[in-house]
């Protein structure tokens, strides 16, 4: 009983943060129970970082969750690395240093296969990190955006290939590059071409969305977004303001994101007459410019 209690908990939290609306789809035992799954493998590959388990599971929703995904699925997906890109994604104490550990040595060796002159491959594998773990004012760091579809590793050697690619451009370098068939591993162009289709399309109606999403906030909620993406503050001083514990904190952030989320894709679903799959796309390109949205409308919006 309790494991069932478990799985419907962490399942809640993974349909609210998935990108549609397909809770009626569910085998919600069958999913429940893999979920519980993908949640302890998550955990366990990373045990200095104490990842909450319905923080994961929203975490994995948000990346995961598809109407075409199943138990099997689930069970096949890349928990661990969800979870660390997750965790560095939002910034978690220790996450950086998690990757580091886990990718650093991989980051160094990927560079140093593209170019062959020592300086160049310090600033590439340093540009490779910053782009990876640094977050633009109000956004979130790349890493956010991981998901799942092929192993981090591999994830971590396109972004270091192409970098390692442009600092040489820059340098005009091209005898530094080793031959590794570098190029081949670049991304495909069309994934930035269909984000700026879906972007000139629907870019009013998205910004329309989460708008209303915002203001159909709490006052709690809006003032926690408010706090962390306008004022900068960290989540450990997030957590001496409202005396609680810092994974309290976290909770509270990824919850209030999670209930903006679903104002939003209500929002969209009622107001834009995309498809299915075209909306699970709209709703994807929503999450990867939530925060820099809100912080945009909270900044500009009286106290």
């Known amino acids: 009983m309790e494991d069932a209690k478990r799985g419907a908990e962490l399942l809640a939290a993974f349909v609210g943060a998935a990108p549609a609306d397909w809770a009626a789809q569910l085998d919600r035992d069958r999913l429940g129970e893999a979920l519980c799954r993908a949640v302890d493998r998550g955990r366990a590959a990373w045990p200095g970082l104490a990842l909450d388990e319905t923080w994961l599971a929203a975490a994995l929703g948000a990346r995961l969750g598809d109407p075409a995904l199943d138990a099997a699925?689930?069970?096949?997906?890349?928990?661990?690395?969800?979870?660390?890109?997750?965790?560095?994604?939002d910034g978690l104490p220790g996450a950086a240093v998690a990757f580091e550990a886990a990718l650093g040595a991989d980051l160094e060796a990927i560079v140093g296969r593209t170019i062959a002159a020592p300086q160049l491959r310090e600033e590439a594998a340093q540009r490779v990190r910053q782009h990876l773990l640094v977050a633009a004012p109000g956004a979130r760091p790349?890493?956010?955006?991981?998901?799942?579809?092929?192993?981090?590793?591999?994830?971590?050697?396109?972004i270091?290939?192409?970098?390692?690619i442009?600092?040489?451009?820059?340098?005009?370098?091209?005898?530094?590059?080793?031959?590794?068939?570098?190029?081949?591993?670049?991304p495909d162009p069309?994934?930035?071409?269909?984000?700026?289709?879906?972007?000139?399309?629907?870019?009013?109606?998205v910004r329309a969305a989460i708008?209303?999403?915002?203001?159909?906030?709490?006052?709690?909620?809006?003032?926690?977004?408010?706090?962390?993406l306008v004022d900068g503050l960290s989540i450990d001083k997030l957590a001496v303001i409202y005396d609680v514990h810092r994974a309290t904190v976290a909770r509270q952030l990824e919850r209030a994101r999670v209930e903006l989320l679903q104002h939003v894709k209500r929002e969209l679903a009622s107001h834009v007459g995309a498809s299915g799959d075209e909306l699970i796309s709209i709703v994807r390109m929503v999450r990867s410019q939530l925060d820099l949205s809100v912080r945009e409308l909270l900044a500009s919006a009286p106290e």
């Open 211 to 228: 708008a209303a999403g915002t203001a159909a906030l709490a006052a709690r909620e809006r003032t926690l977004l408010r706090y962390h």
């Open 142 to 158: 790349r890493i956010a955006g991981y998901l799942g579809r092929a192993p981090l590793r591999a994830y971590v050697r396109v």
């Open 160 to 164: 270091a290939t192409r970098i390692a």
């Open 166 to 186: 442009d600092v040489l451009r820059g340098e005009r370098g091209d005898r530094h590059i080793a031959d590794d068939g570098a190029a081949a591993a670049l």
């Open 190 to 205: 069309g994934v930035d071409l269909e984000l700026g289709l879906l972007q000139r399309r629907y870019g009013a109606p």
């Open 73 to 89: 699925r689930l069970d096949a997906a890349p928990a661990d690395d969800l979870a660390l890109a997750a965790a560095c994604g």
